[in-house]
């Protein structure tokens, strides 16, 4: 990110970066830094929080003005958490998978799906908009390449010609959007790391992930391989590996 | 959570670990009071319209997301899985701020909003990216933008 800082502005192109790790920042020096006190993945701080956005890109462009760089100032407050928080619970009570014998996972998470499924709509209508799709697959089809993959079978791409290991990867990002939108479809705030928790401790298809990750590390080939040890399992979960 | 201290020990780890890139003698570009300026947002979060090609691992080109793109077009493919999305999930603009920048834009505290923003995909090496990123400043030229957000993931 802050590379193409530097790029942009030796063609003339004014920059200001919001960075969320204050160390990259310093080392980098770009001309103008905003450095924010945020989890990485939010930048502008909090989720239909609009005038805290707002402060934060007010904070970021007023750097502008400035008449020499480097630059590089602190966002001064964290983010807020929601005014309604008070833990969440996924809108569902799914089965705990824990019993599952091995070979049933593609049943298992196609429960699953139909089961949290009027709230994934629920959610799309309440925000107009889903993350899900980036695969290219519907959201069975992106189920069936995981889990059959994950139970041992050899899936059949439904998708565009693309490597399998490209395909596995962008379907378990559905799969795991899929969960998480239809998990916070009711008002009120979740955080992150509960719903990380939730989606890998709780659901069959976490237990996909996992014994699909753990397949994939052990073949020959590299991008399986690649998907298998870095790209599915986040490391804040890394505990929950068994390889 | 900004510095390594305020970090889960293994993601700090991995992020001390990182080769940045050296930018000696950098540039730096002065311009017209923010109320004048143009403003284009350049994302790291491997976003793209519905339908683009995903960006896949070592990838160092872009996607041009038009502004007036339908929130629910904007997909994301960024391919770690080391930062929330679950954010993005529920607000387009915590990642992408361009609702934010167009109430900016009508209230005056900024001249305009560019016709199109873009994305790349943080997980490369930047070198590669110059070329592309030369490709985008020349872009924001042929439409009056002078001025880029950076917004990282």
Known sequence: ?243 | MTRYADMPESVARHLARLPLPEMEGGAFVLGPPLSERRVAVVSSAGLGRRGDHPFGPGAVDYRVLPADADANDIVMSHISVNYDRTGFQQDLNIVYPVERLNEMAASGEIGGVAAHHYSFMGASDPAPMQPFAEDVAAAMQAEGVDTALLVPV
């Not at chain 1, 919001?18 to 980098?28: F, K, N, S, W």
């Not at chain 1, 993945?41 to 003005?65: M, N, T």
């Open chain 1, 1 to 243: 990110m802050c590379a193409l800082a530097h790029y942009l502005e030796r063609k003339g192109i004014a920059t200001v970066v919001i960075a969320l790790v204050h160390e990259h920042a310093e080392a980098i020096a770009n001309p103008r830094t905003l450095s924010v006190p945020f989890e990485l993945g939010r930048p502008l701080g909090a989720p239909d929080d609009p005038a805290f956005q707002l402060r934060v890109l007010r904070a970021a462009l007023d750097l502008l003005d400035r008449p020499a760089g480097p630059v590089l100032e602190e966002f001064p407050d964290p983010a807020p958490e929601p005014a309604d928080y008070d833990g969440w619970a996924c809108p569902v009570s799914l089965p705990r998978p824990d019993a599952a014998s091995a070979g049933s996972l593609e049943r298992l998470v196609a429960d699953e799906i139909a089961r949290l499924r009027p709230w994934w709509d629920a959610a799309k209508d309440r925000r107009g908009r889903t993350t899900v799709g980036a695969s290219g697959y519907d959201i069975e089809d992106a189920a069936r390449i995981v889990s059959r993959y994950a139970d041992g079978g050899e899936p059949k791409d439904p998708g565009p010609e693309r490597k399998l290991s490209r395909s596995l990867k962008l379907a378990c990002d559905d799969l795991m959007a899929f969960y998480t939108e239809a998990a916070t479809a009711q008002p009120g705030g979740a955080a992150s790391q509960d719903l990380s928790d939730w989606f890998w401790g709780e659901t069959a298809a976490g237990r996909a992930l996992l014994a699909l990750r753990e397949r994939a590390a052990a073949e020959d080939d590299k991008g399986m391989q690649l998907i298998g040890n870095l790209l599915i399992l986040p490391r804040s979960q890394a505990h929950r590996a068994r390889t």
